[in-house]
């Protein structure tokens, strides 16, 4: 892994690349309070699996990029989003096969209908097109216990700031606001092909979503996965890299 730092806008973004090789490369979008070494060893396995390069970053306000003085608005997954094609330049790609977990996936799914060109193809982990009870009563119960836990210290190896992360994503989530918010209208617009993975036990998520992506989108390839939480790719790791690997094997 080589890790640095790119601008992006006014934005100073850490990035980190791993392997390399034939084919286009893998883009990771991290989870809500996600970062590059929270992805942790997968990168490289998914790299060495695949062949390809794989590349990822944090968004502002994550691991070491720069912070986010804004807080987050119900639109704040649109408006990553939107920065997907800049990212995407400063990393000297022109197109790239994404893979998103959880907020990142949902991020994945909004930017393939805004820059159809630049994706390849999409893997979504644990995606979200709607707010469910079952999220809204997760976060709420995280966000209760947090004060009483080490979870912010813990949280300190892999953010320079996550007390005002984790403060700014528990808010937006539990924003009444955010009740309504649902990205199912903009599934019309995305021809990428997707492959769609979600762990039995996931505790901010129902099967539902995978149902409703699937019920639109016109090339979806489907894995749900036993013994397995909102992490797939760190529960299931060797299935996860494996669904990946044939999903990618007859791609560019």
Known sequence: MSSAFMTVGSARLEFARWGGGVGLPILLLHEGLGSI???????????????????????????????DTTRREPDYMHREAALL????????MERAHW???????????????????RVASLTL???????????????AEVAARFPQTDMGERMKRYHADPIALFDD??????????RDWNIEGLLGGISAPALLIHGHDDQ????????????????????????CRHSPHLDQQDAVIAAVCGFLNDKD
């Open 37 to 67: 070494k929270l992805w942790k060893e997968f990168p490289a396995m998914l790299a060495s699996a695949t062949g390809r390069e794989v590349v990822a970053w944090s968004r502002m306000g994550h691991g070491w990029s720069d912070p």
């Open 85 to 92: 094609s800049d990212v995407m330049d400063a990393l000297g």
């Open 99 to 117: 893979f998103g977990h959880s907020d990142g996936a949902s991020i994945a799914l909004i930017g393939a209908n805004m820059h159809p060109g």
């Open 125 to 139: 982990e644990a995606p979200h097109v709607l707010v469910e009870d079952l999220t809204h009563s997760s976060i």
């Open 169 to 178: 994503w528990s808010a937006i989530w539990l924003d009444p606001r955010f």
């Open 204 to 227: 901010y998520g129902t099967l539902d979503q995978l149902d409703r992506i699937a019920a639109v989108l016109a090339d979806t390839t489907r894995v749900e996965l036993p013994d």
